[in-house]
């Protein structure tokens, strides 16, 4: 067994000493989790009713500068209704990345829609703009209907839907202008990088709409949720109607206007929501504390390790090495998981 294999271990386990077996990434309960959760039960509004769902909704507006968030039950649903409120339509192709969670992909299908994936770049791990770029102006045609198709296939492509890898922004200011031209619409899927920031400003604000995840193992969890943010009413509005089983407002009858979707986040994973952006701050700190030291180690090693892009800084959800071949990358996880 390569000696390199053995360093990486020892110095991951002396990071974690308590810890027997390391996972991918612990939540952190360090707040006010607890005496929300039991002033939401207290107050019987558990289900999305309740005031934990918009004083968290109001937390991610503030911190990622965004007009409007919604909250949803999980992030592959957020980008589902993105998605849909964007204007997907079935049978459209959407453009987006192979290095990705399945979600992506999956919340395109529930759109009826057809992933078609753009190749990724080594400096950010997300959507390559030069890749990009070929695929528009080779196998791309504008028509007259103000749409953009795939010349070989002949489906629509309405969007595309980059992806913010382990926190690591895409170069997204890039991405747009490409699309701008063929009118196809940006949706960021920004469900690992809550705190991460591209020239300035919040990943998942750049395009039309955008999504953030708070699943069990993000940097913010609510145990299972989803937000979607986006500075357009008309997309706000639509996304919050049909996640509400399309139902309009009414004293007493139940009428919904077409086919909606019971997706809002419930208020007791809002609650543990409010308490965790309290302590965002101190998460990104000791993410990127912990990201140092696995630079220092790596550069000491001279193992590659994945950095944030230029003119980004990076949450560091997740730190990753770059290994020489598949080959070796397969030898270390079959060795760092016996």
């Known amino acids: 067994m390569p000696d390199k294999f053995i360093d990486i271990i020892n110095f991951i386990k002396k990071l974690y000493k308590n810890s027997e077996k390391i996972p991918l990434h612990e939540p952190c309960f360090i707040g006010n989790e607890k005496k929300y959760l039991c002033d939401c039960i207290d107050s019987t509004f558990v289900s999305y ?195 509400t089983t399309a139902k309009v407002p009414h004293k007493w009858e139940f009428i919904h206007d077409e086919i909606g979707y019971n997706y809002r986040m419930p208020n007791v994973n809002a609650a543990i929501g409010v308490a965790q952006m309290e302590k965002i701050t101190e998460f990104l700190e000791n993410k990127r504390e912990t990201a140092k030291k696995y630079e220092e180690f790596c550069k000491e090693h001279e193992i590659l390790f994945v950095s944030e892009p230029e003119g980004a800084r990076s949450n560091y959800w997740l730190n990753a090495i770059i290994l020489k071949d598949r080959e070796e990358r397969d030898a270390f996880l079959e060795y760092s998981n016996s």
């Open 49 to 243: 009713i309740g005031k934990y769902v918009t004083l968290f909704e109001e937390a991610i507006k503030k911190f990622t500068g965004t007009k409007y968030a919604v909250a949803v039950s999980s992030g592959t649903v957020a980008l589902h209704i993105a998605l849909i409120v964007a204007g997907v339509k079935p049978g459209d192709e959407i453009l987006t990345q192979p290095l990705t969670f399945v979600a992506t992909a999956n919340a395109i299908s529930h759109a009826g829609a057809v992933p078609f994936f753009i190749d990724c770049e080594r400096s950010t791990l997300g959507m390559s703009p030069e890749k990009l770029r070929d695929f528009l102006k080779k196998e791309v045609e504008l028509r007259r209907d103000g749409y953009s198709y795939n010349i070989r296939t002949g489906a629509r492509i309405f969007a595309c839907v980059p992806v913010h890898v382990f926190g690591h922004p895409v170069r997204i200011d890039d991405i747009l202008k490409l699309c701008e031209p063929y009118n196809i619409i940006v949706i960021e899927d920004a469900a690992e990088s809550l705190g991460s920031y591209y020239k300035e400003k919040h990943t998942g604000t750049f395009g039309k709409v955008g999504i953030l995840s708070f699943n069990g193992n993000k940097i913010v969890t609510t145990g299972g949720g989803g937000m979607i943010i986006t500075d357009d009413e008309n997309v706000a509005y639509k996304a919050r109607h049909l996640t």
